[in-house]
């Protein structure tokens, strides 16, 4: 844990020990690793057989009468263990919230920013029971990062951060304009397509007709993967050939439209774009007990393909 988390975390432990009702707000920003706290919460709490309630939904997304609703209950079940007190928030549990505002707030269907932000939870009279507790470092910009690139990482992230609160940029609430450093900047001689191209994929145009070039770059036509696992809309596989070989990669369904212009319409189709190379082997015979056909697979999941990005699907009872 950082010294962020660890604060976090022993807060709301120390309420829990001593019994006390409290309500927190857990706020980060996406990638702080709120969950990671959430959940070292729930597993110490059970592991001494106490009991925790979880939601995943985020706070700042749900409707305050939502968070109220559950006060008004709370407070009048346990009024009994409060010598019929009905003042103490959600009824002497400690309660924690989690989220970001600066995503997805209430959706109020043709409402206006006003109707938003009444329906925000911080808009609620139960905010000022609230303790906030803050995370500020995003944890997912730094994971697997190398020293060398430590504070590049760092810097972009709290310049991200700067632009989502405002404190880059103008104090202006419709056009803002943010200067970007230059570091992040594409240099065009001319060609801004071309410049985008060779700045993500260098000397791809160079090689465009090298097909060893491309065996390391993904998932390429021709790479040859075993479909370990199949899903109605992800199948999961293991790449075995090129230089990433082990690596497991998901390929999703998608929607192809034929480019064959001799056709006098287009159609749309859902697929996966990969084509069998081979199937398994399998031995059939017939159990003389039961009179019925048996068909035994040596690897029910293994299923080798080659990944083409034409019009061509998955036939359905293959495995």
Known sequence: MTHEQKHVYDTIMSRVDANLPDVFFFYGYGGAEKTFIWRALSSAIRSRGEIVLTNASSAPMMHRHCFEVLDRKLRDILRHQNNDRLDIPFGGKVVVLRGDFLQVLPVIPKGTRQDIVCASINSSFLWNYCEVLTLTTIMRL??????????????????????????????????????????????????????????????????????????????????????????????????????????????????????????????????????????????????????????????????????????????????
């Open 142 to 319: 730094l994971h697997e990062c190398l020293s060398n690139d430590f504070q590049e990482r760092k810097d972009c992230g709290e310049w991200v951060l700067g632009i989502d609160d405002g404190s880059i940029g103008e104090d202006n609430d419709e056009d803002i304009k943010v200067k970007i450093p230059d570091d992040l900047h594409i240099h065009s001689s001319g060609d801004h397509i071309a410049s985008i191209v060779d700045c993500i994929y260098p000397s791809l145009i160079m090689n465009m007709h090298d097909t060893s070039f491309f065996q390391d770059k993904g998932l390429c036509n021709g790479t040859r993967l075993i479909i370990t696992r199949m899903g109605r809309y992800v199948l999961e596989g293991k790449v075995i050939t090129g230089g990433n070989i082990g690596e497991k990669v998901y390929i999703p369904r998608l929607s192809l439209t034929p480019s064959d212009t001799r056709l006098p319409f287009k159609f749309l189709r859902r697929q996966f774009p990969i084509s069998v190379c081979f199937a398994i082997t399998a031995t059939r015979f017939k159990d003389s007990h039961s009179n019925k056909l048996v068909y035994t697979f040596y690897n029910p999941y293994s299923l080798m393909v080659n990944i083409m990005l034409q019009y061509q699907g998955l036939y359905q009872g293959v495995v």
